[in-house]
C-alpha cells in the first residue's frame, strides 16, 4: 500500500508540473495540445487509471477540466431542451444494437474469459449499500472522470499530433486496456471510437458523458435483472 501511494504521489507530482509548466505557453489550446508536456501528460494518467486509485484519478480528473475547461464545454447546446434530450435518446437507441451485437461477438469468441470483476460482483451482492455505492461508481462517476480523461483529453491530444482516425484509435485503445479484461475489449474499443464520434460531431464532452452515463446505466441494470 505504501508504494502505491508513494508511486501515485509521483505520478500526481509530475501530472501537476506537466500541467501548469509556465515556460512557453502556447498561444492557443489546440496548439497547446501538441506541445510534449501535455503528450507526456497521457502516459501518467494511464498508468493511475490502470493502478485503480480513485482518489487520485478524481484529482487528476479536476485539474485537467480546469486546464481545459473552455474546449471541454461549449455554449453551442441548450443542455435541457427537449430537442437535445430527444437527440441523446435517438443516439442511444442507434449505437445500442451494434454494442449488444459486439458483446454478442466477443462472448462468442472470448468465451473461456471471465466477466469484469465488478460485474461479477455485482451479480453476487444482495447488499442495498454495496448496490448503491456501485451504481454511483459506474453510472455517475466513472463516464465523467472517463470522459474527461479519454476523450477530452487523450483524444484531443493524438487527434492534434495524428489526425482524427487515430486519435479516436489510440484513445479508445487505451480506454479498452485500463479495464483490463479481454472479454469486454471489442465492447469498449467500439463503445470509445463511438463516444469521440459525437464528441467530434457535438464539440462538448457533455454529450459523451450522458451517454456513456445513459449506457452504462442500462448495463448495470440488465446485470441486476440476470
Known amino acids: 500500500m505504501f508504494i502505491e501511494a508513494l ?6 507530482i509530475s ?9 512557453g505557453k502556447p498561444s492557443s489550446l489546440s496548439q497547446g495540445l501538441i506541445h510534449p508536456q501535455y503528450v507526456l501528460l497521457v502516459g501518467p494518467i494511464i498508468i493511475c487509471f490502470t493502478l485503480g486509485n480513485l482518489i487520485v484519478n478524481t484529482i487528476i480528473v479536476i485539474l485537467i477540466s480546469i486546464k481545459l475547461r473552455s474546449k471541454l464545454v461549449t455554449i453551442k447546446h441548450n443542455f435541457v431542451s427537449f430537442d437535445y434530450i430527444k437527440s441523446i435518446i435517438k443516439n442511444i437507441i442507434i449505437i445500442w444494437p451494434i454494442l449488444m451485437l459486439v458483446s454478442l461477438v466477443s462472448k462468442t469468441i472470448f468465451y473461456e474469459y471471465s466477466e469484469q470483476e465488478i ?3 455485482l451479480r453476487i451482492s444482495n447488499n442495498s ?4 455505492s456501485a451504481f454511483i461508481m459506474i453510472v455517475i462517476i466513472a463516464p465523467i472522470i472517463e470522459e474527461i480523461i479519454f476523450r477530452g483529453l487523450i483524444y484531443r491530444v493524438f487527434k492534434g ?18 479495464h ?3 472479454l469486454s475489449f471489442p465492447y469498449l474499443f467500439i463503445f470509445g471510437i463511438i463516444l469521440c464520434l459525437y464528441y467530434e460531431k457535438e464539440k462538448t464532452i457533455i454529450t ?11 448495463m448495470f441494470s440488465l446485470i441486476l435483472i440476470k
Request: glycine share 6%; net charge positive; aromatic share 12%.
Open 7 to 12: 508511486f501515485n504521489a509521483v505520478i500526481l
Open 15 to 23: 501530472a501537476l508540473i506537466l500541467l501548469y509548466n509556465r515556460n
Open 119 to 121: 460485474v461479477r460482483n
Open 129 to 132: 449499500t454495496e448496490l448503491l
Open 161 to 178: 499530433l495524428l489526425g482524427p482516425f487515430f486519435g479516436a484509435f489510440i484513445s479508445s485503445i487505451l480506454f479498452s486496456f485500463v
Open 180 to 182: 483490463l479484461n479481454l
Open 208 to 218: 459523451p458523458i450522458l451517454m456513456h452515463s445513459i449506457l452504462n446505466g442500462i
